[in-house]
């Protein structure tokens, strides 16, 4: 029978001892024309909760309490053979074209203008892709000038013609998707993306100087070329991107090959991938300094993580040439909600250099909300984002922890407790999230401030459950949730707390305003 008995553990804080300043759109989503993401998610005008504009109102509802600040469209995979004039002008004079990605038929009903409308309602800045798979430099150049230029050109006047005469003012565009893998429309080598990366970017720049411009990196660490593709590219395109890309998806069991087939689960070392998620960080953090070093740059490039999340189960991708094909539907459970909170407390370790992430989905496609026709529910993943996207604000601060060791087949022996915290000045707010990765044991976690210690504790809530597996449905829809429980007291400069194993847990700390 499993011990009960608490193990010790303790954090110490201190608002002057920071690792960098939260980027607000570290808590950013990732809509892509694959599976039922758009059509029967985002857009559905023949369900009974979509307004006159087709948008889901219960889907809105939910995407809005997760306070996404940046938005990341239109692919990913669907973008290298994506032809944007297709989703302009009468929807019934639109084409309907085979998405060869995701083998899906795509009918284009959503295109600019209904993205930047779905946006501009959320409240989220839009991350634009352009293809530059099957499309050109050209291409790209037109569709800034579609959306950013005042009237008086070919295609600003064509967006004024289409309903709006007001530029968009996209700011970030992504120069490409995933363009190392053997996957990908249009694959490249390293030298062959980071020439047409460079002049994409440049004439983009011409077309807005205002732009930020988002670079390909390696599509996973376990991609042949990694980190070798993502040094090329960044020598040779670091005066003209502000960005640098990273994607990655965590999986129990972690695969070794393309699929999981043959290997067991391992929960333990699966709970231990934030170890994997810092390294990441690390290398390609590294590889910007040597290449910002050899540019002999006075410029910064940031890292941008605009693909992450769990995904390992829901694989096949064939929509078998159906329109909002039931593909990659992931169903999530409480060990990877965890994760999810071990890698956003990596983002704010890691925020003096990782300033964007867009969750990889935000509907239906291994996402945080499923729909059917009459309603939705949250996924378990939902809630350490919604919780850290709402809280996490300012400057991230460098815990020191100490906690039991716990071994693991991956990652040797790690700590039991996984640990971030921020601190926002300007309202005196302070947020830490801890994640107990034991799955037996209970740890009484002593939080001590080093400085002056808040007024009070205003908010706490916790996940948690016996069962890894735990997840929620239609049938069940809260059945692992994040729920409130009472904040401790502060006694002097400390409060105790006991979390249980498998656990996440956000305090919300008040401090006077400075």
Request: aromatic content about 10%; hydrophobic content about 40%.
């Amino acid at each position: 029978m499993p011990d009960s008995t608490p193990l010790q553990a303790s954090v110490a804080l201190h608002t002057g001892r920071i690792t960098g300043e939260i980027s607000p759109l570290l808590f950013g989503g990732f809509a892509e024309h694959m599976g039922r993401c758009i059509y029967e998610g985002i857009y559905d005008p023949a369900s009974p909760l979509a307004d006159a504009r087709g948008l889901r109102t219960d889907v809105m509802a939910a995407l809005k309490e997760t306070n996404y600040r940046i938005m990341r469209y239109p692919g990913g995979n669907f973008v290298s053979g994506y032809r944007w004039t297709d989703g302009i002008g009468p929807k019934a004079s639109r084409p309907r074209r085979r998405a060869l990605a995701w083998r899906s038929i795509e009918t284009n009903q959503f295109g600019p203008h209904e993205f930047m409308e779905f946006a501009e309602e959320l409240g989220t800045e839009a991350m634009w892709a352009v293809n530059l798979g099957t499309g050109s430099i050209q291409d790209a150049a037109d569709l800034v000038e579609y959306m950013n230029l005042p009237t008086g050109t070919l295609y600003s006047d064509l967006r004024a013609s289409n309903g709006r005469s007001k530029p968009y003012g996209v700011k970030y565009w992504c120069l490409g998707n995933e363009m190392d893998g053997p996957w990908q429309i249009g694959q490249m080598d390293a030298h062959a993306y980071a020439d047409k990366a460079v002049q994409a970017a440049k004439l983009m720049r011409w077309m807005d100087p205002g732009i930020k411009t988002i670079a390909c990196g390696s599509s996973a660490t376990a991609m042949p070329g990694y980190p070798e593709w993502d040094m090329t590219v960044l020598s040779h395109a670091y005066e003209q991107i502000d960005y640098f890309s990273m994607h990655h998806y965590a999986a129990n069991p972690y695969p070794t090959v393309s699929n999981t087939d043959g290997l067991a689960r391992d929960t333990d070392s699966y709970l231990a991938s934030s170890l994997h998620f810092d390294e990441h960080a690390d290398t390609l953090a590294a590889a910007i300094r040597v290449a910002k070093a050899k540019n002999r740059s006075k410029r910064d490039v940031f890292l941008c993580w605009d693909e992450w999340n769990v995904w390992y189960r829901a694989k096949g991708g064939d929509g078998e040439w159906s329109e909002a094909p039931h593909i990659l539907e992931e169903v999530y459970n409480l060990e990877d909600a965890l994760v999810v909170a071990t890698w956003l407390n990596t983002f704010l370790r890691k925020s003096d250099v990782v300033k964007i992430a867009c969750i990889a989905q935000i509907v239906n496609v291994i996402a945080p909300i499923m729909t059917r026709r009459d309603g939705m529910f949250r996924q378990t993943i939902f809630y350490p984002l919604t919780l850290f996207s709402r809280h996490a604000s300012g400057v991230a601060l460098d815990p020191l922890v100490s906690a039991p060791l716990q071994p693991t087949a991956r990652y040797g022996d790690v700590s039991m407790l996984d640990v971030s915290a921020s601190f926002d000045g300007a309202t005196g707010e302070g947020a830490t999230f801890l994640v107990n990765r034991s799955q037996t044991r209970p740890l009484r976690v002593t939080l001590s401030w080093e400085d002056d210690a808040p007024q009070a504790l205003t908010g706490a809530w916790q996940m948690s459950g016996p069962d890894p597996l735990a997840e929620n449905s239609f049938e069940m829809p809260d059945a692992v949730t994040a729920v409130p429980i009472t904040p401790p007291v502060i006694e002097g400069r400390q409060v105790s707390l006991t979390v249980p194993p498998l656990s996440f847990t956000t305090l919300i700390a008040q401090h006077a305003p400075r």
